[in-house]
């Protein structure tokens, strides 16, 4: 079974399904529907990346030594 997750707002009791899985399915599927507790983050308006973005941290002058932290 494969799992595939996106983010809907149904409307007249319809929830619309991504362009890019409109011809993927052909057969009958099995839906599970979460409902989202928090309003906080519209996540129809941000895309998934949006949770990862990474950490910016300067290393320039910071000693590394293997065996030190080996040791520890």
Request: no cysteine.
């Amino acid at each position: 079974m494969q799992a595939y997750e996106f983010y809907a707002m149904p409307r007249n009791g319809v929830i619309p399904m991504p362009e890019q899985y409109a011809g993927k399915f052909t057969k009958r599927i099995k839906v599970i529907l979460l409902e989202q507790t928090s309003e906080a983050v519209d996540y129809n308006e941000q895309k998934r990346t949006d949770f990862l973005s990474p950490i910016s941290i300067d290393t320039r002058g910071w000693k590394f030594d293997k065996e030190e932290a080996n040791e520890r």
